[in-house]
């Protein structure tokens, strides 16, 4: 899971701008129900140059037992200065937050 994702950000990054977004990072941290990945994305203004402005997305792992020793999924990603929302992927999560600022 973690190689495809990298594998999909590092294709997204070389295509430049086809999301009006650019990935800075992407982390894997924890183990268990401590387990989160983390990415950072640099969003564009309307002519397509880069802002400055960033946003930084998270999802935890998703636990089936009480102990928290069984997990094999994700939550959703959320937008971490805007918890209250939720999305099923980094991509729409990234738009969202960057649409926010006024940016694509």
């Not at 102990?67 to 959320?78: A, S, Y």
């Not at 209250?84 to 926010?100: G, L, T």
């Amino acid at each position: 899971m973690k190689k495809i994702l990298f594998i999909i950000i590092t294709t997204l990054s070389v295509c430049g701008n086809t999301f009006a977004y650019q990935v800075l990072s992407t982390k894997e941290f924890g183990k268990g129900d401590a387990k989160n990945q983390n990415i950072v994305v640099k969003c564009t203004t309307d002519g397509g140059k880069l802002s400055e402005e960033t946003c930084s997305l998270r999802r935890y792992a998703k636990c089936a037992d009480k102990d928290k020793k069984n997990c094999n999924g994700w939550q959703p990603w959320r937008d971490l200065r805007d918890t209250n929302a939720s999305y099923s992927d980094w991509k729409s999560a990234a738009s969202a937050c960057c649409k926010k600022k006024g940016l694509r």
